[in-house]
């Protein structure tokens, strides 16, 4: 990287300083060898091992000493809740805040490659892009779908199980040189030689014409435009001399390929850092799945946690399914409980878990992190065995992300908040909050204001300025505050009436605390709770990857076989000291779910589990320190 920023960039006095400057733990000796490299390699870093802190940390070493104006860093994250708490580090301070500009780029993986090949591809056919999304997709899918020209399509598909699926999930493949349509995640049920192949192909094609594409079709168009425009590789690779890529375990196969045919054979340098056993996404076609290489032999590994102490680093270092690491947890003293239940009294373990936490978490660090109720699952599915889902111990829970009638801005906010905070490149959640902002604010005149892809992007224009906003909402959850919310609401009222230019009716912008939600969507009444000033926030294991909380409870879920509970499986793996490695398929993938979850919290960790299948596991568990509460007992 000759030329791209001055030598001695990461002197240890100029770190020392920076990590002074920004009010960071010293760093230990596998964090300064990170830090200080500017070669290739890899990075296995345990939960809560200060990963993040340490990329913000190199990132501002970096910008500082930085003096190309036309070669910049690439950052690249999984998802937009990665990329904003990176981009949040970078502007903590003055010199990283030109990493948010030109030459540079900081973003999620899909966002890097619709940027450098898969729009201008698209864009050099002359077509507009109207939306990447698979939702909207799928809707306009099936809408055409009754046109008279794809009747054979509509015959074959009355044959098959769920077969508007195979048309909502048309997928682009690169494939022999050619854009090739298969299903989401399995080739169609018909030969492609047949009508109904011939006429699913047309129906993809004429959406793809009028710009409507599925997240996975942009990857296919990249690698179609690489190929025949090999002259773009040597451009981006000369661009970005040096390459984060953060959470790579979540990097997916056709990223993976996509990245190193950019960069692995190019002299640009290529840091890749995550933790391959929280790489629970499944690589089932879509953008998602572990990258098959993370990490390299020979990585470089932190395995010390600051986030939890030894109990719960112990029980997490016996869950590692994909890559056995021993964990060291350098954090508070926590306590590791488990709640067991039967039908009777399941209702009573959020209850019991939020009267635990306040009794055992400092109050000052349970304000500054809520408790959290995880699960695996957030509905029940067809089986007869209870409780499957978080809903089944939340009765009124309602998925975020699922579309929902919000009777206020902030309740919807809220929702597509998380939704976007926990998908990869989430243009729905983006969308529905527009949606509840356009709902709150209407013409009087019954016009409709303009969807989210026409509003301007200049920050010079209402547009622009309503964007700002809705990020704002969507990144963080300061808004959510009570005075923070009435001035935001009073911004967006402003620049709304501009951009209408008429007069408008405004309804739904009252602020409703969050802990009310939670109280309503529980089917509590307020004067029945006689509960924690803090109460629990339920939500998947899924989307809280990434978080801390100062509590957390794991609810006994049905895992995706429908025929095993999850945390039954993990507590059967702790109690027996067997290797999670030599376990079914399907225990490795629900253990690695509890890994997850089970290193969130610093202080509390409950495992809810029913007594008929676990209370032998737990037994066992209270030799190595457990605490161990039978809600039928008490």
């Known amino acids: 990287m000759t030329g791209t920023y001055l030598p001695g960039a990461f002197a240890t006095h100029k770190a020392e300083a920076m990590v002074k400057l920004l009010g960071l733990d010293p760093l230990d000796d596998k964090q ?14 345990a939960p809560g091992s200060g990963k993040t802190t ?45 990493l948010l500009r030109y030459p540079h780029f900081i973003g999620t993986i899909q966002s890097f490659v619709h940027t450098f090949f898969a729009l201008p591809a698209v864009r050099a056919k002359g077509v507009e892009v109207r939306a990447v999304d698979d939702t909207a997709f799928g809707t306009a899918a099936i809408r055409l779908l009754r046109l008279p020209e794809y009747s054979i399509l509509r015959s074959s598909l009355k044959h098959q199980r769920d077969g508007s699926s195979i048309v909502s999930g048309a997928t682009f493949t690169y494939r022999g040189g050619e854009l090739a349509v298969t299903g989401a995640t399995k080739e169609p049920p018909f030969g492609p030689k047949t009508d109904s192949a011939k006429q699913l192909s047309h129906l993809k094609r004429t959406l793809a014409g009028q710009g409507i594409f599925r997240y996975q079709d942009m990857y296919a168009i990249a690698q179609q435009y690489l190929v025949e425009h090999p002259d773009i590789i040597p451009a981006v690779s000369a661009r970005f001399p040096f390459v984060l890529l953060d959470e790579t375990q979540d990097t997916s196969v056709t990223q993976h390929e996509l990245l190193d045919l950019v960069f692995a054979s190019s002299p640009t340098v290529v840091q890749r850092v995550g933790d391959t056993n929280q790489g629970i996404y499944s690589d089932t076609g879509a953008a998602r799945g572990p990258a098959p290489t993370f990490p390299l032999a020979g990585a470089a590994e932190l395995p010390v946690s600051r986030r939890f102490g030894p109990q719960i680093a112990a029980l997490a270092s016996h869950l590692t399914v994909r890559r056995p690491q021993q964990i060291h947890g350098a954090g508070p003293d926590g306590q590791v409980a488990i709640l067991l239940f039967d039908e009777d009294t399941v209702a009573n373990v959020v209850p019991t878990f939020e009267r635990m936490a306040a009794a055992i978490v400092p109050e000052d660090v349970l ?66 909050l527009w949606n509840a902002v356009r709902a709150s604010f209407t013409p009087l005149t019954g016009e409709r204001l303009p969807s989210l892809g026409r509003l301007d992007r200049s920050a010079e224009t209402p547009g622009g300025r309503i964007r700002i906003l809705l990020r704002e909402l969507l990144a963080h959850t300061a808004p959510f505050e009570k005075a923070n919310w009435s001035l935001l609401t009073e911004q967006l009222t402003v620049q709304m009436k501009l951009l209408a230019d008429r007069r408008l009716r405004v309804i739904g912008l009252d602020f409703t605390p969050a802990t009310e939600a939670i109280i309503e969507a529980g089917g509590v009444s307020k004067s029945s709770v006689a509960a924690p000033a803090v109460r629990a926030v339920p939500g998947t294991i899924q989307s809280a990857k990434g978080e801390t909380h100062a509590a957390t409870l794991i609810l006994d879920c049905l895992e995706k076989t429908g025929k095993k509970f999850d945390v039954t499986q993990a507590l059967r793996v702790l109690a027996e000291r067997s290797d999670p490695q030599q376990e079914p398929e399907s225990v490795q993938a629900a253990v690695q779910l509890v890994f997850v979850g089970a290193t969130r919290p610093t202080h509390l960790l409950v495992f809810a589990a029913h007594r008929s299948r676990s209370k032998r596991y737990a037994e066992m568990m209270i030799d190595a320190g457990w605490y161990v509460r039978d809600l039928t007992e008490h």
């Open 54 to 98: 340490l990329i913000g940390l190199k990132l501002a070493l970096m910008a500082d000493a930085w003096t190309s104006m036309t070669c910049g860093v690439c950052v690249l994250s999984h998802t937009n809740t990665a990329k904003t708490e990176i981009t949040d580090r970078v502007v903590s301070f003055a010199a990283g805040r030109s």
């Open 367 to 432: 304000l500054r992190r809520p408790p959290q109720v995880l699960g695996a699952r957030q509905r029940p599915g067809s089986s007869p065995h209870n409780p499957q889902s978080i809903s089944c111990y939340v009765p009124g829970y309602t998925p975020p992300g699922r579309p929902t009638a919000h009777d206020t801005l902030i309740d919807a906010a809220r929702a597509a908040g998380t939704k976007w905070r926990s998908d990869t490149d989430n243009h729905e959640g983006a969308n529905e």
């Open 32 to 45: 300064w060898d990170f830090l200080q490299s500017e070669t290739t390699q890899d990075l296995q870093a």
